[in-house]
């Protein structure tokens, strides 16, 4: 274990940005999944989907802009941990490359996200007043579009690096001699349920397993920062 003390202060911000990122998801599922049906939604196609982006345009406008918030807040989050588990001396390179993978996964996760904050809504209008030929070429486009960005945010930006960046998190947490062991382990099954969702990459059908995986990552995120918060006070 590495004999590493918390950096008080760099700690108590970690904890606290790590649980805001961890909670504020559930603003975007409240309001995207009343509105359109989000999550559930992103597999229907162009006929039934773009319509509701019109006719809920408020709520997917307010939905989508929390949801890229809450995708940016990743980096910073996992930042801040890696800098308050660093020695005086510099991280390790686990630190070092968790923060690296977290970036590559924020920036994946907004290319994603944002289509459905300017691509998806043009794509809606002009579909609406469409004839029929038309709109099954919009079909089309927007098929094309959503599967490109879907499997870049979704299963590389949401799953795959962030199953990496998780990792090597759990790792430094197993070696760090004021972090518990059962953090690092959560921290590893977590890893492990967001890697078997990156297989969606390779056409697998994984869609039953998103909930239960992403409500791990969220508890261990809110776990990791109260250990954080309760170290930095001792």
């Given at each position: 274990m590495t004999p590493v003390a918390l950096n008080p202060a760099l700690a108590r911000s970690a904890g606290w940005l790590a649980i805001v990122h961890a909670l504020m998801f559930f603003i975007p599922l409240g309001v995207l999944g009343a509105a359109i049906g989000w999550p559930a939604n992103l597999d229907l196609p162009a006929s039934h989907n773009l319509p509701l982006l019109l006719s809920e345009s408020v709520s997917?406008?307010?939905g989508y802009s929390v949801y890229l918030l809450y995708s940016?807040?990743?980096?910073?989050?996992?930042?801040?941990i890696t800098r308050a588990l660093s020695s005086r001396e510099g991280?390790?390179?686990?630190?070092?490359?968790?923060a690296g993978f977290a970036l590559v996964s924020t920036l994946a996760r907004c290319l994603g996200i944002v289509r459905w904050l300017s691509v998806m809504p043009a794509l809606a209008t002009q579909y609406s007043g469409a004839d029929a030929g038309l709109q099954t070429t919009?079909?089309?486009?927007?098929?094309?579009?959503n599967a490109y960005a879907g499997r870049t945010g979704e299963v590389l930006g949401v799953f795959l690096f962030a199953a990496l960046c998780v990792w090597l998190?759990?790792?430094?947490?197993?070696r760090h001699s004021d972090m518990p062991r059962w953090l690092a382990v959560m921290g590893m099954a977590t890893a492990l349920g967001l890697s078997v969702l990156a297989l969606e990459l390779f056409g697998l059908?994984?869609?039953?397993?998103?909930?239960?995986?992403s409500i791990l990552y969220m508890a261990w995120m809110v776990c990791l920062g109260t250990v954080l918060i309760r170290r930095a006070k001792r």
């Open positions: 997917v406008k307010l940016i807040l990743f980096w910073p989050a996992v930042l801040l991280g390790s390179v686990l630190l070092q490359l968790a919009i079909g089309v486009v927007y098929d094309a579009f998190l759990s790792l430094a947490l197993w059908d994984l869609s039953a397993f998103i909930a239960p995986f």
